[in-house]
């Protein structure tokens, strides 16, 4: 199980960090991801992390603005977001390849 926070309103330019903290589960083995779903616009993948935190991929889209990483004796996955732009306003989901295990999302809405 997974729930995800840090979400809100940031005006463009600005920064957040995103939480994912799980539950019941042996965190510390899984990838995880970051994606997100704008309205109207299919879920889209944003960052991926290994289960050692040593491989991170990202959408060419947040490329240079956006860091994936993770607390393994949190159990946290974390998505610091920086210069954020308008088109990054979405729901932000966790997601666990294995199992295909989704959190229930947090909106980021970017704003002037």
């Known amino acids: 199980q997974f729930v995800e926070s840090g979400g809100g309103l940031v005006q463009p330019g600005g920064s957040l960090r995103l939480s994912c903290a799980a539950s019941h589960m042996h965190f510390i083995a899984y990838d995880l991801e970051w994606h997100r779903q704008a309205p109207g616009k299919e879920r889209e993948f944003v960052a991926y992390?290994?289960?050692?935190?040593?491989?991170?991929r990202y959408a060419d889209s947040v490329k240079g603005r956006f860091t994936v990483s993770r607390n393994d004796a949190q159990n946290t996955m974390y998505l610091q977001m920086n210069n954020l732009k308008p088109e990054d306003t979405a729901v932000y989901f966790c997601h666990r390849i294995i199992g295909d295990t989704w959190g229930q999302g947090t909106q980021v809405t970017v704003s002037s």
């Open positions: 992390i290994n289960s050692k935190g040593a491989v991170t």
